[in-house]
Each structure stands twice: as structure tokens, then as C-alpha cells.
């Protein structure tokens, strides 16, 4: 790394710690997954006395939550959450994101779907004009994931089965990459009808509602 490039790490890590502004006291907190989630956990323990707990989006955050102490409350449970702090892979201006690089992308949309605001935090890397650079995570039952892919390879996609993967929900990941996603909502929404589809990594129905932008300068906020 040069030494004018910028600290992932430290700029994740400031996100991470500016997210617990808004965790409202005594609430259950929706959690994402990710490396950049796993710094907002950890900001999470200090103030694990004025929360209720947290419902989780993936085996390895709720590992990390109960590490820290922090109970983990199932989604079920739950009518509702104040609050989905979560990470992405590409975020637009108007909180449409890419995410499920991590292969969490089911239960983090589930998460999300729980929330009444939704607190993207992202390194300033993350923002983008046109979602699409990175391949789209797709997850599939396993029987359809060669319709699926031949469908994106019809749209102009170039659709890769993740090796060695398997969800927590026992599917496939395809990342397809080459889409220019100029209609997160209409991609999302036409992807959603595939049979064997079990979610797709556009979160334009469950975007942002802020993102908390890890940049040289500090944390940059977009509403
Ligand atoms: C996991 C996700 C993550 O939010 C996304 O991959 C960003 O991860 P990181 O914070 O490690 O950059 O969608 O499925």
C-alpha cells in the first residue's frame, strides 16, 4: 500500500463506531455481515448494556454478537426493528446498493425487509454512478442455478458459479458480471420472478435510507 493510499481498516472502523448513533437505546438492532459490520460489532459491545439485542443476518455475525455478550434474538421474534445497520459491496446516490459478497444477501434482505431505516457503512470505495462493476451475487437452489445462469448470459451477463460455497440456507451464489444496472428496481424485480431464485444482491426495494461513508476526510453522510 503507498502511503497516501487510505487504511481500509481505519476507515471501516470509523464507519463502524459512527453507526451507534443510530442505535436507539433499549432496541433490538438488525446486523449485517461483513468486515466492515464486524467493526460496527465490536463498537456494539461497548454499548451492549443499552441495547436488547440484535437480530443477525448471517451464522457468522451472530458468532461474533455472542462473543461479545450481545444476545441473539431470532427474526421471528420480531415484529419489527428501528434499526438494519449493514455494509455493501456498491452503493449509488440514492441508496440502491450491491451487496452479498459475503454470500449473506437472503438474510440480510430478510433483515432489512424487518427495519424501519436501513444504515449503510461503507468505505468511500463503495459509491459508485452506475451499480454493476461488481458482479451481482445471486443465490439459487441448486437445481436451477444453470437456467439461471443461461438467463443472465441473455441479458448480456457473464454468470460464475462461486466454487466451494454454500449458503446458511444451504443455496449457490452465481456472480455475474458485465451488468450495467441503470434500473436497480426493475432488474431486482424481473430477477425476483425466476424460479429458483431465492434472492438477488439488488437491494433497490430495501435500499439505504443513510449511508455512512468511511473517507480520508472522516465520515461523509448521505440521506
Ligand atoms: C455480505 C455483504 C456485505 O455487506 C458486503 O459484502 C460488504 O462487505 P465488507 O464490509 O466486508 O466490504 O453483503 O453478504
Not at 141 to 166: K, N, S, T, Y
Not at 178 to 202: F, K, M, R, Y
Not at 206 to 212: D, E, F, I, S, T
Request: contains cysteine; charged residues 20%.
Amino acid at each position: 500500500m503507498s502511503a497516501a493510499a487510505p487504511d481500509v481498516a481505519r476507515l471501516k472502523a470509523l464507519v463502524g463506531e459512527a453507526a451507534l448513533a443510530y442505535v436507539p437505546p433499549g432496541s433490538v438492532v438488525g446486523v449485517g455481515t461483513g468486515s466492515t459490520v464486524n467493526a460496527f460489532i465490536d463498537a456494539l459491545a461497548r454499548a451492549k448494556h443499552v441495547i436488547a439485542g440484535a437480530v443477525s443476518s448471517s451464522q457468522a455475525s451472530s458468532e461474533r454478537l455472542r462473543g461479545h455478550g450481545i444476545p441473539v434474538i431470532d427474526a421471528n421474534d420480531v415484529e419489527t426493528l428501528q434499526v438494519y445497520i449493514d455494509g455493501a459491496d456498491e452503493i449509488d446516490a440514492s441508496g440502491c446498493m450491491i451487496k452479498g459478497g459475503g454470500a449473506a444477501l437472503t438474510r440480510e434482505k430478510i433483515v432489512a425487509d424487518l427495519a424501519q431505516r436501513f444504515v449503510c457503512i461503507a468505505d468511500g470505495s463503495k459509491l459508485v454512478d452506475v451499480l454493476g462493476r461488481f458482479p451481482l451475487p445471486v443465490e439459487v437452489i441448486p437445481m436451477a442455478a444453470a437456467q439461471v445462469a443461461r438467463r443472465f448470459v441473455a441479458l448480456g451477463g457473464r454468470p460464475a458459479l462461486r466454487a466451494g460455497v454454500v449458503t446458511d440456507n444451504g443455496g449457490q451464489i452465481l456472480d455475474v458480471h458485465g451488468l450495467a444496472i441503470t434500473d436497480p428496481a426493475a432488474l431486482e424485480a424481473e430477477i425476483n420472478q425466476w424460479p429458483g431464485v431465492v434472492s438477488v444482491g439488488i437491494f433497490a426495494r430495501n435500499r439505504a435510507n443513510v449511508c455512512l461513508l468511511g473517507t480520508a476526510a472522516g465520515v461523509r453522510t448521505l440521506t
